[in-house]
């Protein structure tokens, strides 16, 4: 077996795996584990004085032993087929393209039927109170959460790959798992969870704006990306307004505003200009733009792998 062979052979397996089943929900999955330690940590720390600096050091830690336990256990098992199964299978896992497709579509399917139903399903993939979103608002959670995890779920895991392969792959998602539970500037988490979000801001700072470029060269629109510099910045995320920017300008459409997460009202700047309603043939070029920017990112990391 070549060597080229054997470094993009779990690249391609895991995505297509990905593709076609997506998050294997009836089998274990890492990120449940990953949530379970940080629950445990986060609950044994996260009170009396230094909160910021035990939550620092809880993500950190926490970080490198999931690094470095993937990447000891590789040189301890020198055999080329169990690396190739372990990084096909580590690739299926922290891949989320399928699924968050999937779960958009059913947002839009669901408010076709009724609001309450919308809402409903949109709580499965946002942080913010739903109960009391109006349809245009449901639509328009769903596309963000569509584009911010596309950098998330499908950009920034195969960036993390290239550059270290599976135990860098598998770090970053700690990484954005921890920013997910802890990473909020709520009270209970401002200063426990601070690193944990300064951390997910370093690690996705490049793979943000590359899934931006991506999405509007998967546009055909290269004149956006005067938009999306413009537009991103806005965000009160570092990163996350670049692909809600990417996308709001290929849909012509407006994100951002007001939200409430865990009972506090944030003030998100817009990203657009234009408040137009939002349709389910949006949803079918978001989700046509996602697909063909993973692709272009698939075929960039496997240039990479193979000759870098």
Not at 130 to 159: K, W, Y
Request: charged letters at 20%.
């Amino acid at each position: 077996m070549t060597s080229a062979l054997i470094l993009i052979l779990p690249l391609l397996l895991g995505w297509l795996l990905d593709f076609i089943f997506g998050d294997p929900s009836r089998l274990p999955h890492p990120i449940v584990w990953f949530g379970k330690m940080i629950s445990w940590g986060e609950h044994r720390l996260n009170h009396g004085a230094h909160r910021m600096a035990k939550g620092a050091v809880m993500a950190v830690c926490f970080i490198l032993l999931v690094f470095f336990l993937l990447w000891g256990f590789k040189r301890l098992v020198p055999n080329v087929i169990l690396w190739l199964i372990l990084d096909t299978i580590i690739i299926f896992y922290c891949l989320a393209g399928t699924t968050l497709i999937r779960e958009v579509r059913e947002v839009f399917l669901a408010l076709d039927r009724s609001l309450d139903e919308g809402r409903q399903q949109v709580a499965r993939i946002v942080g913010r109170d739903t109960s009391q979103l109006s349809a245009q608002e449901v639509r328009t959670a769903a596309l963000e959460t569509l584009a911010e995890n596309l950098s998330d779920g499908v950009i920034a895991p195969l960036f993390w790959f290239a550059l270290l392969g599976s135990p860098g792959m598998l770090a970053y998602k700690m990484v954005n798992t921890l920013d997910s539970m802890i990473g909020y500037r709520t009270e209970r988490y401002k200063d426990f969870g601070c690193w944990a979000a300064h951390i997910d801001d370093v690690a996705n700072y490049i793979p943000a704006r590359l899934t931006a470029l991506l999405m509007v060269i998967a546009s055909g629109k290269l004149s956006l990306l005067k938009f999306v510099w413009k537009n991103g910045r806005r965000h009160a995320s570092p990163n996350s307004g670049y692909p809600e920017a990417a996308l709001a300008g290929i849909l012509n459409c407006r994100f951002g505003g007001p939200h409430i997460y865990f009972g506090e009202l944030f003030d998100k700047p817009y990203i657009g200009e234009n408040d137009r309603e939002l349709t389910t043939q949006d949803m079918h070029t978001a989700v046509r733009i996602n697909r063909t920017a993973e692709l272009l990112m698939l075929a960039l990391t496997s240039v990479v792998v193979i000759f870098i």
